[in-house]
């Protein structure tokens, strides 16, 4: 089980797909997606997010909210970051997209394999380990796969 993606863009794990998004945004310049709009869980939510990185790990504390750390509710009152302030970028479609569904229009594909093409020499030129094995080659692939779809005039699927 993960994510496939038409035109040999993607085969591999959901987490997968998330770390190498994560990785891009960082090369990029770009907020860490864990502080963005869909990612982001505020403080004293239950499920993923970053809060976690605030209070530290493992912590068990049963006030886990504002009231526990008053200095923080001033930072989770600015988050999550909003999507737009990332446009007119075309990253902005693949970093909010969905890990498991959905399409990227052919329109989008080409300028989305240029941004990532540009981002390639500054990845990593090391193993990534699991379903990323490789940090560049891995995005070469998914530009690829964008190429192909945009040549096609077809949509790149996710499913």
Not at 96 to 110: F, L, R
Not at 127 to 132: E, F, K
Request: net charge negative.
């Amino acid at each position: 089980m993960g994510l496939d993606c038409s035109h040999n863009a993607w085969h591999g794990a959901y987490g997968a797909f998330m770390r190498w998004r994560k990785m891009l945004a960082e090369v990029a310049g770009l907020p860490p997606l864990e502080l963005m709009d869909g990612f982001y869980s505020k403080l004293g939510s239950k499920g993923p997010g970053i809060p976690t990185l605030y209070h530290g790990i493992n912590t068990n504390e049963p006030a886990f909210g504002h009231e526990s750390r008053p200095h923080l509710a001033e930072i989770d009152d600015h988050l999550p970051i909003q999507w737009d302030c990332l446009k007119p970028s075309p990253l902005h479609e693949l970093l909010y997209h969905s890990d498991c569904d959905g399409e990227i229009a052919a329109e989008n594909c080409g300028p989305i394999a240029d941004a990532l093409e540009a981002l390639i020499p500054l990845l990593p030129d090391e193993q990534a380990g699991g379903h990323i094995c490789h940090w560049r080659e891995k995005t070469q692939q998914f530009v690829d796969g964008l190429r192909a779809a945009a040549a096609a005039g077809e949509a790149l699927d996710f499913h």
